[in-house]
């Protein structure tokens, strides 16, 4: 029954280069805590919860239809969630990722999917059980999104894995 239902997330994959780049940078930071695997570096545009593997499909087809466009995000501020979430975020978020999201919600929505109720805060995790912010001076990290995923997160015994499922393009330009 269990491998009947995936937990899913839509999501923008960190890019390999990005990836490196911030895992380079997260070891030199002066803090403790559990460093969210590099392979797993994301930044969650709608957590879909427990779904049925059958559902899969229709979420492919919900997301076939968006026409959103691609956007440089710039990560330059570090923060931390009271439940000890180290993070890093946008000053700024795009507006293109913020139209992303609204389209992906309603479409979703319209397909009577449950959402999250909480507001959508553009992040990408780096460290669990982090007890504070570290002092240390946030980079700025560009990062030119050109695409979104459907992850599913899956654990083994090395822990949990996000595994892309499908991956779709952002537009270019102001191509209608």
């Known amino acids: 029954?269990?491998?009947?239902?995936?937990?899913?997330?839509?999501?923008?994959?960190?890019?390999?280069?990005?990836?490196?780049?911030?895992?380079?940078?997260?070891?030199?930071?002066?803090v403790h805590g559990r460093p969210v695997a590099a392979a797993n570096l994301h930044l969650t545009l709608a957590f879909l919860g427990q779904q049925p593997r059958a559902r899969v499909a229709q979420l492919q087809g919900l997301a076939d239809g968006l026409r959103a466009k691609a956007?440089?995000?710039?990560?330059?501020?570090?923060?931390?969630?009271?439940?000890?979430?180290?993070?890093?975020?946008?000053?700024?978020?795009?507006?293109?990722?913020?139209?992303?999201?609204?389209?992906?919600?309603?479409?979703?929505?319209?397909?009577?999917?449950q959402l999250e109720s909480r507001p959508f805060r553009a992040h990408l995790s780096l460290l669990r059980h982090c007890p504070q912010l570290p002092i240390d001076a946030p980079p700025s990290f560009a990062w030119p999104v050109s695409r979104f995923s459907l992850?599913?997160?899956?654990?083994?015994?090395?822990?949990?894995?996000?595994?892309?499922?499908?991956?779709?393009?952002?537009?270019h330009g102001d191509l209608d």
Not at 1 to 26: H, N, Q, S, Y
Not at 153 to 171: A, F, I
Request: proline share 6%; net charge neutral; glycine share 4%.
């Open 151 to 171: 992850f599913a997160s899956e654990q083994n015994t090395r822990g949990t894995h996000y595994r892309p499922l499908h991956t779709w393009p952002l537009r």
């Open 71 to 113: 956007f440089e995000l710039h990560l330059d501020r570090l923060g931390r969630h009271r439940n000890g979430l180290l993070y890093l975020a946008p000053s700024h978020t795009p507006e293109a990722l913020l139209e992303l999201v609204e389209q992906l919600n309603n479409n979703l929505r319209s397909a009577a999917i």
């Open 1 to 30: 029954m269990k491998d009947d239902v995936l937990r899913l997330f839509f999501a923008l994959g960190c890019p390999p280069e990005l990836t490196e780049a911030i895992a380079t940078w997260r070891s030199s930071l002066n």
